[in-house]
C-alpha cells in the first residue's frame, strides 16, 4: 500500500460554530498530524508525506450539545471491551458536553431497520455505568447489512446527529455508506466509527482494543494443551486462535506462552508434510508438542476449499478439525491429539485492565470528533497517539504480519519451528 | 446402598512394630472412627453402624523408613491438583519419615508395565517442590489396564513398599488386584489409593480434590454462554461439563453462576419436547437462556444409543452436539446457538487454593496409612474428617446427586426450570 | 462446650397455617435432624442426644406472601458474599414465594434507626440481579449497635413480616434482642439470621461464607512474600491475615501455598525469641522464609496489651508491625523483612464460584425458615447439610481451631515449623 | 529536552567479524532507523533528525559463539517480569547462537563484587525453563551500588563477553560505569541494559516491562478501594501507587477502573484544601468516593520534607498516610477512611501475557545487540519497534507524564476531577 496525502483527509459537516463547554482542558489542533510512515526516507522522498489528524478536543463544534441527540450501535461478532466502548462514548457525551438523548440501537444495524422492530433503549449514565464489567455488549449485536435507505430515514426520523458505529470490516463499509447517503440527503449527520477487530487486522489502526484481553485469555488454551500434551505418550496440544487473514492473535499468544511449539499463521504459507515431521522430530526428541494454530493457518493450500455456500461463495475448510485429524492420523495409536477450540471463551469475557483504559480514552475521542462535526471517520491509534481515520482508508485493506519483521523473527525465536514449512 | 459394618474394615499388612519418628505430634489411634450415616435412626437401628477408621499418623509404624522405597502411579484423565498430592507424598515420606527413596512411573499403569519401556523417574523434594504451580501431572498418565502380574514383578523387583495410586474407578481396581496378587506372593507391600474423580462421583468421598477448582473454571464457560447468549437476537448459550454418571459439576456450576437458565443431569430424566419448549418459553420472555448439559445427561433416552465399537460395548451420542442441533433446529434463522466444550481447559488448570490445600491433607494422610501398613484402602473424606476407605467399598457403586435433597432443590430454585422434564 | 439437645431448639412463631406455593419441589419435615456430635460414643452417652433442625423448605407457611413484607440489613465490615445472599434472599421470596414488597435498610443497624435518617431502599429482582458481581454490600454497612426498641419501632411501623440480619457475633445479638423484643411487644416478627464471619469463627456452622473466597485471595498475599523474601539476601515475607480470635484463614492458607515457613494462630502460643531463632535456622540454611500471622496470634504475651481504649476496654497491640520491628531487628543490616497486610483487599472481592453457590442456598435456606415462623436463629451448615441454629446458641462461644485435629497436623507437616514456639 | 543526533549513536566494541549462525533469518541493517521525534516540523527542521537505532539480529558478529561466556544481573525492586526477561536472555543465547557458558550473579551488583561471596550460578535452559511461571527473579536482588573495579575485575577473571544488566536508573548508571572502565583496560566487554522501571519513568522507552502487568494488578487495589468505599456512609478509599517522579501507573490504573474519582500525580500540582473540598462535594453528592495517590503526588509543597537522612538527603514524607490522616481528620466522625498500599502484592506477581510476549522480544533483542558487538546501550521500544539506546542517553533525564497531551486529558474526563487543584 503507498497511501496518498489525500487519502487521510477527514471529512467535516462543515467549519466549528460553537465554542467547546470543555473547561480547563487543552484542545487539539484541526492541524495537529501524526505521520504514517515515520521513516525518514519515506518522509523525505515524498513531498506531502501522509499524515493523520490527530485526535482530541476542539476549541469549536459543529453540534450544539443541548440539542443533540446520539445513537450506537455495535455490530458482527463480540469483542472484550464493547462495553467500555459503549459506557466511555455515553459519558463522555453526558458529562463533558451535556448531551442528553443518547439511545442505543439493539441488535447491529438491525436495530436500524424498522423492518425487525427492535426498539432503541435509551442509555443514561445511570443504565451504563457498570456495563463496563460484562463481556458482550448490552445493546446485542447482529452479523450482516441492511437496507442503507432504511437505515438512514430512521436516523432521520429521530433526529439524531451522531451515529456511533463499533464493528469490523463489514460495519464500516456500512456506516460509510450511512454517511454518503446523509451527505446526498443534506442531513446533517455524522457518522464516527471505532473499529473493532479482534484479530487487530484494520489498516491503519496499530492496535485494536480488546486485542491484548483475547491474548491473555489465549494463554489459559495454550496453557490447557500444554498440560494436555505433557500428560500423555507423544502428546500434542493443538489450539485454534482467530484470525482469518491475519495472525496477530496466534503470534502473541505464542510469544506469552514459551510452552508453544509451533505457529501457524495466515501469512506464512505451510505444507502439510513438512509440518507433520517437524511435529514428529519434536515428540522424538522431547515426548510433546503445543501447536497454535490461526484460523486462516494453510487457507491458500488447494484443497482448502471444501465446496460453496448457497451464494456461490467459496467455503473454507476448518483448520482445527483439519490438523487435528491429520496429525491424529500420522501419530496412529503412538501418541493422541487433544483439540481446543476458545473461541467464543475468548471473545465474550470483559475487557482487561489495559483494554479498558484504551476503550475508554477510544470512546472519548469519537466523541471529541462527532461533536467536532467530522465524519465518515473512525477513531485510530498509530504511534503512541491517536488519530482520525477516513473510513474507506481504513477498510482499503487488511493489516497483516510481516514475515520479515520483529513480530514473526521473535515467534521463530521462541518457538523453534523451521523457518520455512513449505 | 445398605454397606455392612464389616465392609468398612481396612486391611493391614500387621500389627505396627517401630515406633513413628514424628515428633510433637498428636497421633490417631487405630480405633478412631467416623459414622458413616450420622442420623440417629440410622445408627440406633443398627447394632452394629458402619463406621469409617480415621486417617491420621499412628505412633507405631509396619514399614521401617531407613530402608523403604515407594512409588506413585497417577492414571486416566487430568484432574486438578495432581501435581499437588504427588508433591505431598513425597515430602511427607522424606520429610515427616525420613524416606528417601521415592520413585515415579511414567504413563499410568504403563509405567509399571516393562514392555512399555518407561523408565520410572526419582523423586526428590527438590523435583517436586514446585510442580503445584503446574496442572496436568509430571508422571503423565494413561487410561486403561495393565497385566496385573507384571506390574506386581515390577514392584516386586524394585522392592517397593508402598504404591500410591492415584485415580479414578478403573485405577483403583487395578489397585486392588496389586494389593491382591501381592497378598497371594505374600509380599510386604501396601496399595494406597488417592481417588481422583474431577465428577466426584466415588462413593463414600465427599468431595474429592479438584472438584471445586473444576466447578470455578466451568464458571468461565458459562459466564462465556450467557454473554453469547445476551449478545444475539434469541441466543442460546450451551455448555457441556463433565460428568458422565453424576451431575456434580453441572449442579454446582449452576448454582455458582445464577446466569444459568437451565441444568440438565444424568440423575434426572429430561423429554427433549418439553425441554425445547420450555427454552422457547424463556426465549420469548427474556430473549436469551443459558444451557448446563452433564455429559451423561439424557443417556438414558432410547434413541441415546448410536451404537457399539468394536469390542461390543455400547456407544452413547456427544450430549453437547446434540443439543446443539435439537436446539438449533427448533430455533431456525429465529435465533442462534453457541456451543462450549471447555473440558480440557477445566481439568488441566492448577488446582485452586482450597484444592491445593485439600490435596496437601490427602497426600500427607496416604503416607501415613501407608506407614502404618494399612493396604487396598484409599484416603477419603467423609464429614469434615479424613478417613480409610477400603477399595472394595470406594468401587461399589458411584455417588449421585439426590434429586430430593438441597442440592438439586437449590439448582431448581436457582434456575426456576421445571422440575420436571419428562 | 457441652451443649444440651435443649439449646438446639428452634423458637418459631406459630404453627405453619397455609400450605406452601411451592410446587414439584420435596419439602424438609420439621422433625429432620442433624447431628451435633456424631461420634458413636456421644451419641450412646447421651439420652437424648443433641441435634440441629434440618433446613429447607417447609410443606406449610406462617406468614401469606401476598401481603408479607421483608427487610434485609447487613453489618460489621466487609467479606465475599454479601451482594450473594441479598440477591438469593430476594429472588426466593419473589420467584419461589411471590412476595413482592422486600426492602434492603443502609448501612447496617443505622438503617432501622430512625436518627439516622437512611432512607430504606425497595430490592426487586432487577435490582438484585447482577449484584453477586461485586464485592461489598450494595446496602452498605456499618459498625456497633443501635437502641433495640428504635429499631423494633421501625420494623413495627413498616409492618415487615421478617427481617433478614446478615453479620457477625454482634449483629446476631442484636438480632436476637430485636427478637425479643418483638415477642414481648406480640409482634408477629420472624428474625433469621445469616451468619458472617471471614474468620469463620462462629459455633455451630463448619464453614462460613466468604472463607474460602478469603483463603483464595490470602495466597496473593503468600505468593507476593515469597516472591520478595527469595528476592532479597536473608529477605522475610510477613503476611498478616485476618483471625483475631481463631486462627482458620491463616491455617488454610498455610495448606494453600506451602512456600509458607511458619503459621501463627491464636489457639497455639508462641515465644517470640523461639521463633526468632527458628526463622534463624531457617535463613542460614535457606536463605529466606515466609511467616504468615493471624491478627491474634501472640496475643495472650503479657507485654500485647498496650494500653486501653477511651471506654476501658484492653487495646491490643497490631500483630504485623509488632513482628516486622523484631525480626527487622534480630536481622540487622543482614537481611530484611517484607510485610504485607491485605485485609481490605481480601475482603472485598466478589465471592469465589464455591463461596457463590454456597450464598445462594444459604439465603434460599434463610427464606424458607423465616416462611415457616421460624425466628431468632441462623442458617448452618454441619455436615454437609443445611441447619437451623438457635441464635443464643450460634453466638455462645467462638469456633476455634484444634490444636490436635487435622488441621493443625497438617500445618506443621507442611511448614516444617517446631510445634512448639513456647 | 532537546537531543542531539549523535547522542544516538550506539558505541560497538569492533566491526562485526564473524558470519551469525541463524538461519532463514532476515537480518536487520545497522544503518536501520527509527526517528525519535516522527513529527514532520521536528523533522524538516533539524538538518539531521535525531533516530534510534534498529534492533534485531545483525548479519556479522562481533563475539564467537563457540568460547563466548555471558553474564546476567538483576537489580533493584522486583518487577513483573525479570524472570521472562533472564529466561529469553538464556534460551536466545544456547538456542539460536549455540552459547553455552551463561552464568547468573546473584543479589545484584553484590553478585559481581566478591567481598560479598556469592557464588554465580550457571543458567541452563534446564534451570530458566520454567521459572517465568513466578514472580521475582531466581538471581535475586540488592539496591545500592558497588565498587566498579571490583565488578570489572570479576568480569575480568570469569572471562565474561557480555553483561546483560536488568535495572532501572541506578543500575544502568552503574552498567555504563563497568562499560566504561572496560574500554579503560582494553576489555573485549560488551555491557547491554535491559531497562526496568516498573513506573515507566526512563527515557526513550515508549513502555517498559512490568508496566502494563502493574496496572492490572493496581485494578485489584482500586475495586477493593471502591467496595470498602461503598460499604460505609461517606467512605474514601485510597491506593497509594507506585510513582516517585512519574504517575504514569496510577494516570493508567485510574483508566482501567472508572470508578476512580481522583488521581494524584507528581507532574501535577496538588493543593490539599482544594483536594479535601472537591473530596467533599463528591461525597456530598455520591456518598463515597474513591481517591488513587502516586508516591511522588504532591512532593512539591513545601511541607513534603520532613528531614534529612544520615547521609543529608532530603526525606519526604509518605504519600498514603499523609492523606489517609488529612482526608480521616477533615471527615471526622462523618466518615471514614480505608487505605491501601499494595506495592509489594503489585511488584512480586508473574508477567501477564502481554508482559511475557513483550520480555521474551526483549530478552531476545539484548542477546542480538550483544553479539554484535554493541555496548554501553540497553533494548527500547519506540513506536512500535526495538531499538538501541545508549545508556547515557536513557539516563539523562526522567520520563514524564505531559499534562497537555491525551492520557492526563483522558484521566480528567474519566474522574471529572478538577483540572486544577492548586
Known amino acids: 500500500m503507498t497511501p496518498d496525502a489525500r487519502d487521510f483527509a477527514v471529512t467535516r459537516l462543515g467549519p466549528g460554530r460553537l465554542p467547546s463547554p470543555l473547561k480547563d482542558v487543552p484542545f487539539v489542533d484541526d492541524a495537529a498530524r501524526v505521520l504514517f510512515d515515520a521513516s525518514l526516507e519515506a518522509i523525505r522522498a515524498a513531498g506531502d508525506p501522509p499524515q493523520f489528524e490527530m485526535a482530541g478536543p476542539r476549541a469549536r463544534l459543529h453540534f450544539d450539545p443541548t440539542t443533540l441527540r446520539c445513537g450506537i450501535v ?239 461463495n467459496v467455503k473454507l475448510r476448518d483448520v482445527g478439525p483439519w490438523l487435528r485429524d491429520a496429525i491424529g492420523k500420522r501419530l496412529g495409536k503412538g501418541g493422541s491429539v487433544k483439540y481446543i477450540d476458545p473461541s467464543y471463551t475468548i471473545r465474550s469475557v470483559p475487557a482487561n485492565p489495559f483494554d479498558a483504559a484504551f476503550c475508554s480514552v477510544l470512546g472519548q475521542n469519537a466523541v471529541h470528533a462527532g461533536m467536532a462535526g467530522c465524519t465518515d471517520m473512525v477513531v485510530g491509534h498509530w504511534r503512541n497517539e491517536f488519530t482520525h481515520v477516513p473510513i474507506p482508508l481504513a477498510v482499503r485493506e487488511r493489516k497483516r504480519i510481516d514475515p520479515c519483521g520483529w513480530l514473526w523473527r521473535a515467534v521463530l525465536a521462541s518457538t523453534g519451528q523451521p523457518a520455512r514449512m513449505e
Chains 1, 2, 3, 4 share one sequence.
Open 74 to 312: 455495535t455490530c458482527g461478532g463480540l469483542c472484550p471491551g464493547l462495553n467500555d466502548v459503549i459506557r466511555a462514548v455515553v459519558l463522555a457525551l453526558h458529562y463533558q458536553y451535556g448531551v442528553k438523548g443518547t439511545v442505543g440501537f439493539r441488535y447491529g444495524y438491525e436495530g436500524l431497520s424498522p423492518r425487525h422492530g427492535h426498539a432503541p433503549m435509551e442509555l443514561t449514565p445511570a443504565v451504563v455505568s457498570s456495563i463496563h464489567e460484562h463481556g458482550g455488549t448490552i445493546l446485542a449485536s447482529s452479523r450482516g447489512s441492511q437496507d442503507v435507505g432504511e437505515m438512514t430515514d430512521t436516523l432521520e426520523r429521530m433526529k439524531i446527529g451522531i451515529l456511533f458505529a463499533v464493528g469490523g470490516d463489514g460495519t464500516l463499509k456500512g456506516a460509510h455508506a450511512i454517511a454518503e447517503e446523509a451527505r446526498r440527503r443534506g442531513l446533517d449527520l455524522a457518522v464516527i466509527g471505532i473499529p473493532k477487530t479482534i484479530d487487530n487486522d484494520i489498516s491503519c489502526i496499530q492496535t485494536s482494543f480488546g486485542f491484548q484481553t483475547a491474548v491473555s485469555e489465549a494463554r489459559r488454551a495454550t496453557q490447557a494443551a500444554h498440560a494436555e500434551a505433557k500428560g500423555a505418550r507423544n502428546g500434542v496440544g493443538l489450539v485454534k486462535l482467530m484470525g482469518r487473514d491475519s495472525g496477530f492473535i496466534a503470534a502473541f499468544a505464542t510469544l506469552a506462552d514459551p510452552q508453544v511449539n509451533f505457529c501457524l499463521i495466515p501469512e506464512v504459507p505451510i505444507h502439510l508434510e513438512a509440518l507433520l515431521a517437524a511435529i514428529e522430530r519434536r515428540l522424538e526428541t522431547r515426548g510433546h508438542a503445543v501447536v497454535v494454530a490461526a484460523e486462516g493457518a494453510g487457507m491458500d493450500l488447494p484443497d482448502a476449499v471444501v465446496g460453496k455456500d448457497a451464494s456461490g
